[in-house]
Every structure is written in structure tokens, then in C-alpha cells.
């Protein structure tokens, strides 16, 4: 008699965790209730270092008095951009810290 499809599945699964090592079985089972995490982590910093490097030359034109009524709104906003994503970094590490 053959085995039902999820009879099938089941002994399937527990080959594969029986195969993979721990580590990586737990590896992949991060990235599975995740996906592109570490893209996102990623793109968080990306996003963050250039908001860091605007608000440098913002400051710095600032600290210049040139043109200080577009600058200001400016600095701010990469100053805005610069918190965004630390608290965004900040939060997928706790995210990846329950699992």
C-alpha cells in the first residue's frame, strides 16, 4: 500500500532535519520565517550613512551662513532620514532576537 502525500511530506521533513545539521536547520528556518532581513538590515545602514553624510554637508553649509532658510529644512530632514533608520535597524534587531 502506498503512503499518502502527507504521510510522504512528513517522512520527507524529518530526513532533511535528520541531514542538516542544527546549525544550519536553524539558519534556515530563520531566514524562512524572515526573508531578506539581512537585505533590509542592509539597506537600513546604506540609507542611514548617506542621511549621516547629507546632514554633514548640510551642517557644514549651515555653519557657513549660506542660504540658511533652504538649508535648515534640509539638515532636518537628513537628520529625520538618519533617525528613521536607526530606529528601523533597531527594531528588526529585536524582531531578530524573539526568534
Known amino acids: 500500500m502506498a ?6 511530506r512528513n517522512s520527507n521533513s524529518k530526513n532533511l532535519r ?5 546549525e ?3 539558519r534556515l528556518k530563520a531566514e524562512a520565517q ?13 540609507f542611514g550613512a548617506s ?3 547629507g546632514a554633514l ?4 553649509q549651515l555653519a557657513a551662513g549660506r542660504d540658511i532658510t ?12 538618519v533617525a528613521l533608520m536607526v530606529w528601523l535597524f ?8 524573539k526568534n
Open 3 to 8: 503512503e499518502s502525500p502527507v504521510d510522504q
Open 18 to 22: 535528520q541531514q542538516l545539521s542544527r
Open 24 to 26: 544550519k536547520y536553524a
Open 34 to 46: 524572515a526573508p531578506y532581513r539581512g537585505l533590509r538590515k542592509f539597506i537600513y545602514l546604506a
Open 51 to 53: 542621511g549621516f553624510v
Open 57 to 60: 554637508i548640510f551642517l557644514a
Open 70 to 81: 533652504s538649508t535648515l529644512p534640509n539638515f532636518a530632514l537628513q537628520i529625520g532620514v
Open 90 to 97: 533597531r527594531w528588526e534587531q529585536k524582531a531578530e532576537r
